[in-house]
């Protein structure tokens, strides 16, 4: 076979985000635009005699998109690469089997909880020999390499055949497609009580599990409804599209709408839940409750010894700064550390590998231990499971008795999309100007203790990251923060993320959005939103 090796030049734009490089699908589908960046991820990681996995969540572009790595792949002479049946692999399946087969990394197609689509978006992904992404000192040699490159390789060949569990070749490159839900599952085996949950949903326990018609839909209905007895029906939008349906695979109450709508109805199942486009995000509602994801990762943490997996307990918890601070309070409670890093999940890796922290979580609704390196949305689904398991009550009295042993972190986060770049900087800009001044002033009846833009100092590596979003505290323990979306294709998303603490016993089971209103009246003002962006009301509220 032929590696021919093709003249290139560099393109603008191929910076990774939060995670990965994402654009809008006709932009990666555009002339060497896919090529470039992946000959720069080999370029910037070394192809030669090593193995990779590779997989993505079935979105439009996914199928043609490994075809062309696998080549690529080849001409770089990669050893070998473990890709999903049907190039289709959960992020945190992907995770599993970089790990499992000890290989050198792989790389993941996936825009998350994106929209999928001609017209919408797509992305790919470097994820490390210990299966989480790439560091940022990777990502950003491989945008450095971008924009130098000259050349890619690709060997010319028919597209193989990917739909077919079984070992072939590629131009002397090994190619195993394997079953993209049997070792995940088997790890889930691992960690949960599948006997006792089996045995719960024999004796009439109820759920919905929404794949809103991404990845997650075999896993989902292999674990929860062939090995664990869910009645058949349980998993909705099960079967992977390569445009999600139409949907926007997000899930949270705005996105999963219609889950919410159910848990909320009067013929409720006990439990809901529902994951994203590539499987590492969840929501988990309750009958006739929302869990927030503050809370759950809270709920998780305290609960997780009650699962083999986590029976030894927890090593540390580990949340990013925007997430509310219930989790710290369970952590206290343990005895055990708790870790404030920045947005993004690569930041729990070197707590996970460094054995700090065992469980982690953040508000973007991602939840995740140290059985993969991605956070985990049925793993989170499955933890919760064998907890309503083993503690026989329903979410909402887990919740109730969480809060009146912890205190209550109420909690929100509000979303303003597509704001013109300029403007949102300019606010940001502004509001980063003023801080100094802040503690001190009193707005809204509460007195600013502190104001800062949140860095991080990695307690493993000593890496710093700055400008990681603006905080407001408050004395009365109330706080919010304010930062840009790292992840959209378009123009800025603005972020609020609202939080005020109740310690009971009067007072835990008021409507969030009236407990958090000053806090929300104070984030108003002092960032001046209306005046910069013409905003005065969010798009979404999680
Ligand atoms: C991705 C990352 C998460 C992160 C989230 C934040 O989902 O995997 O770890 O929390 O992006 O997104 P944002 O749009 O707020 O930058
Ligand atoms: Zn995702």
């Known amino acids: 076979m032929t590696i021919r090796i093709i003249p290139t030049t560099p393109i603008a734009g191929q910076k990774p985000g939060t995670s990965g ?21 080999f370029d910037v990681v070394g192809a030669a005699g090593k193995t990779f996995v590779l997989g993505g969540d079935g979105r439009y572009f996914n199928d043609r998109a490994a075809q062309v790595i696998l080549r690529m792949a080849a001409a770089n002479g990669a050893a070998r690469v473990i890709v999903g049946q049907g190039a289709i692999l959960s992020t945190p ?42 560091p940022e000192g990777v990502t950003e040699a491989m ?65 919905r599990m929404d794949s809103m018609c991404a990845v997650t839909g075999p896993y989902a209905v ?6 664990l007895g869910a009645a058949p029906g349980t998993c909705v939008n099960a079967v992977p599209l390569p445009d999600f349906g139409g949907m926007h695979p997000d899930p949270n109450p705005t996105w999963a709408k219609a889950l919410m709508d159910e848990m909320f109805g009067d013929a409720a199942p006990d439990f809901g839940a529902a994951s994203d486009g590539d499987g590492d995000r969840n929501m988990v509602v309750g009958r006739g409750i929302y869990v927030s994801p503050s809370d759950s990762l809270a709920v998780l943490a305290a609960n997780a010894h009650l699962a083999p997996g986590y029976a030894q307990g927890l090593k540390g918890v580990a949340r990013s700064m925007p997430t509310s601070a219930a ?55 499955l933890l919760w499971l064998n907890i309503l398991s083993v503690r026989k009550q329903t979410v909402a009295e887990i919740l ?44 809204e009846g509460m007195v600013i203790a502190a104001a800062d833009d949140f860095a991080y100092t990695d307690p493993v590596d000593g890496s710093v990251s700055t400008k990681q979003g603006v905080r407001v505290m408050f004395e009365d323990g109330s706080r919010f923060v304010l930062r840009l979306s790292g992840t959209g294709t378009e123009g800025a998303t603005l972020r609020m993320y609202l ?42 509220v999680t």
């Not at 995770?95 to 996936?110: A, E, F, P, V």
């Not at 292999?222 to 090995?227: P, Y």
């Open 499 to 540: 939080e005020r603490f109740a310690p009971g016993p009067d007072g835990l089971d008021l409507d969030p959005q009236a407990a958090l209103a000053p806090v929300i009246a104070a984030a108003h003002g002092l960032a001046r939103i209306a005046e910069f962006t013409g905003r005065t009301a969010p798009d979404v």
């Open 93 to 134: 399946a992907a995770s599993h089997l970089i790990r499992l087969n000890k290989t050198d990394g792989g790389i993941i197609m996936s825009a998350s909880h994106n929209p999928g689509g001609p017209e919408e978006d797509f992305g790919v992904k470097f994820n490390m020999p210990n299966g989480g992404p790439a």
């Open 400 to 443: 109730a008795e969480h809060w009146a042993r912890f205190g209550r972190n109420y909690y929100s986060r509000h979303d303003f999309e597509a704001i013109a770049t300029e403007k949102a900087d300019a606010m940001m800009g502004a509001l980063r100007g003023a801080l100094a001044g802040l503690k001190g002033q009193v707005v």
């Open 143 to 207: 945008y450095r390499r971008t924009t130098e490159i000259t050349e890619y390789r690709i060997v010319e060949a028919q597209d193989l055949d990917l739909s077919r569990v079984g070992r072939t070749a590629l131009a002397g490159m090994v190619v195993d497609v394997v079953d993209p839900v049997a070792d995940y599952a088997a790890l889930m085996e691992t960690l949960f009580d599948f006997g006792a949950i089996r045995a719960m949903f024999a004796s009439g326990f109820r759920m």
């Open 327 to 381: 989790a710290d309070r369970v952590a206290a409670a343990l005895g055990i550390g708790h870790y404030e890093t920045p947005t993004g999940w690569k930041f729990f890796g070197n707590l996970l590998d460094a054995g700090r922290a065992t469980i982690c979580g953040e508000e973007s609704f991602g939840t995740g231990s140290d059985h993969v390196r991605e956070k985990d949305g049925l793993w989170a689904v």
């Open 222 to 227: 292999e674990i929860l409804e062939r090995r």
């Open 21 to 41: 490089l994402r654009k809008k699908t006709p932009v990666f589908m555009g002339h060497h635009y896919l090529e470039n960046f992946v000959q720069s991820i």
